[in-house]
């Protein structure tokens, strides 16, 4: 058995793939976990044991990008390159069915609801489709925002909402019955994002990035948007007193903290593409922005706004700086 620092390894490793593994899912009483490959197969795994349950599971053509278990441990979903999604038996290890298909390109994240009556998938078409797990059939239509490819789908853990995230460096939130989006991208990222999953209790989306870093939002703030709230003040820091005084000349309207985008170029762009200042190009990638409650790496840069003015209001700082000398 092979040790580091960070603990024993409980096995050998489970080979039975003749190519790359690309994702895994286990069961929820944790007995079985399930694993797609480049070899075109998915393979159930006994989780005491490591032995695979059984022949490959055939029926894709092309690299199996993603997959799923249901919550009662009964079925799997996953998503190829084929441009299709499969239901599958866990026991028997057939396909119920035939292919979920409306993706015009490779199927790369899917996901199923709590209650195991829905799919989400997401593809390479920079579309969300839902599901419906029994029929086999799209319920409306693509869910259309992201202008890139979809790296990952999930469900909230009420059912409610779905979370993605995609190579345009955004994270969505969308109405689970109504397949609109709530609020603005979740806008911080400076490459492609690989993953957005919910915390257990509902409150945080958490993201991963081609840019090296991990967000942790606070999913309330973006959720109040649709329900009429009040979100909290401005912040790109963690620091209270640093944050915006001032939000409604900063961005039109206090309750959008979403709306702010930052560019390639490290600008930081509000409303109607409104350009509000200017960050250097070797702290942006790193750094707080609106919503964030962490950001891994743990130096990230953290902005204090308790002075900042913009706009007509730019004469406050001379203004204040001549009360101070005085």
């Not at 079925?75 to 499969?86: F, P």
């Amino acid at each position: 058995m092979g040790r580091s620092k960070y603990g024993t390894r409980k096995r050998a490793p489970l080979r039975g793939h003749t190519n790359a593994v690309h994702s895994i899912a286990i069961s929820k009483d944790g007995k079985r976990f399930v694993s797609g490959s480049s070899d075109n197969t998915i393979r159930v795994w006994d989780a005491d044991t490591g032995e695979a349950l059984g022949a490959p599971l055939q029926g894709h053509t092309l690299t199996v990008w993603c997959i799923a278990i249901s919550p009662d441990g009964n079925r799997i979903v996953s998503g190829a390159g084929d441009k299709a999604i499969l239901v599958w038996d866990i026991d028997t290890g057939r396909a119920i069915g035939g292919p979920l298909q409306g993706h015009t390109d490779a199927v790369t994240s899917v996901a199923i609801s709590p209650d195991g009556k829905q799919v989400v998938s997401g593809s390479e078409d920079k579309t969300i489709l839902v599901w419906d797990m029994e029929t086999g059939r799209a319920i409306g239509g693509p869910l259309q925002g992201h202008t890139d490819m979809l790296a990952h789908v999930t469900v909230s853990p009420d059912g409610k909402y779905i979370v993605s995230g995609s190579f345009d460096w955004t994270i969505r939130v969308w109405d689970m019955e109504t397949g609109r989006p709530i609020g603005a991208p979740f806008c911080g990222h400076t490459s492609a994002v690989t993953s957005a999953i919910i915390s257990p209790d509902g409150k945080h989306i958490v993201s991963s990035s081609m840019d090296k870093s991990i967000r942790v939002w606070t999913l309330e703030i973006f959720l109040g948007q649709s329900q009429g709230f009040e979100a909290p003040a401005i912040h790109f820091s963690t620091n209270p007193t640093h944050a915006l005084r001032s939000a409604s000349s900063f961005l039109d309207d206090s309750r959008i903290p979403a709306s702010v985008t930052l560019t390639e170029e490290g600008w930081v762009v509000g409303p109607q593409g409104k350009l509000l200042f200017w960050i250097p190009m070797n702290i942006y990638p790193i750094m707080y922005f609106p919503g964030n409650s962490l950001v891994i790496p743990n130096d990230a840069s953290q902005l204090d706004l308790s002075h900042f003015a913009h706009g007509p209001s730019w004469q406050v700082c001379r203004e204040q700086a001549a009360a101070l000398s005085s």
